[in-house]
């Protein structure tokens, strides 16, 4: 692909520090946090008060590290909701879910950015998988790939809840390494396919957050506004 004349270190190098890049100075204190009212749905069935976006670890909306979509920036929502009411407790549901995304294909792979959040309930959670440069992916980083970070558990009356972001990401080398957006309904729609397929949880029907945005500033591509609810079986 490269001539031999490339140096293959420095291109590496570069390529982490586009695909997960490092943070510079301190990091604001998750307890700070304040969503603004449009930023949360409110009243969504079995799930309460939901923020729309995945937040990243400076406390802001996601916007796929300041990579343009026709000019315009793009916010990453959360478009998958899971619900284990069969766990016997946090860490159990923890655990499952876990199992789930290792079954399903989705298992935790390097080379992406971390360190995000979700809310719900006014409650701000961090992401799984833990760890750095990691996230939930259906293929390697060096080819494109449906990936994405799961944030909880939250309880919600009896059961337990994760909201989760997906989307579907390409890999470009040249000019500047790094992971265009391709989709967000892709990755939503294969992982619950996944899913439904090889574990407990089941897709049951989908959630109206009313958040696709398409302003001449910003936009979420091909989001429809919704999230996937998949429910724990068993």
Known sequence: MFKRSLPLFPLFALTLAACA?????????????RAAPGDVAQKIDGVGDLGRWMITKNLENAGWLGEKVGGRTLREPINVILIDPIARSPEDATRRMLDAMNKAGYGPKNMHSDGYYGYLNGELKGQFPQGKGLAFSDGPWYDANNHGRVFGPFAVGENTVFIASFSRENFRWLPTPGHPYNSFQVAREDLSKQLGAKTIFKPQRYLNLDSAIDSPTETTGDHDGRALLLVAQE
């Open 21 to 33: 890049p490092a943070q510079t100075g301190p990091l604001p204190d998750p307890a700070s946090f």
